[in-house]
């Protein structure tokens, strides 16, 4: 095998990634968080039970974490068309990146919120506290490091997600190691992108754990 490696288009592909990874996970947290914290309070038994719309979201969010990313991707291009004017390239990828993480972050938060203690709840709403006012001063900072270990997670994801994009020109490392590394049989360029996303991760992960260490109090 020859190394005739084009860092010039590594460095391209790896910003793209990046880019894609930054939009995507800013907005998955936005929504996944948001989506979260609703199934949350609208579960059963909870301060603002609601059992038609939870089952309506837990009904939307199953379906859309069961599909399989690229099939995603290809049957939501009408609306990624809509958002961005483009179905290629970074911004062709991102809508797709969010639809396909916010679901599975917000069963995350969802799930962060539930292993609160009850009493915390209840002590709030003897006080006076509105649900608001409970989200906001209670729930997000008692669950703040299982938050950060759920946003960590979906973060990785997004980066497996974004190499999958390149199946359809969806661009960065993913799409390079296809158009190379597997349709040109560039070995060398496949192993350099897969090196470059283990780094990725492995940065992901150690920020991420440093993180939950530093906001856990137990």
Known sequence: MTWQIE???IGKATSDTLIMLGWSTLFT???GLALGIILFLTAKGQLLQNKPLYAVLSLVVNILRSVPFVILMISVFPLTKLLVHTTIGVKGAIPPLVI???????RLVESALREIDGGVIEAAQSMGATPWQIVWRVLLPEARPALLSAVTVTAVTLLSYSAMSGVVGGGGLGDLALRYGYMRFRTDIMIVTVVFLVIMVQLL???GDRL???FNRK
Not at 100 to 106: I, T
Request: hydrophobic share 65%; no cysteine; net charge positive.
């Open 212 to 214: 939950v260490r530093r």
């Open 7 to 9: 860092w010039s288009e």
């Open 100 to 106: 396909a993480a916010a679901p599975f972050l917000a």
């Open 29 to 31: 947290v936005i929504i």
């Open 205 to 207: 992960q150690t920020v």
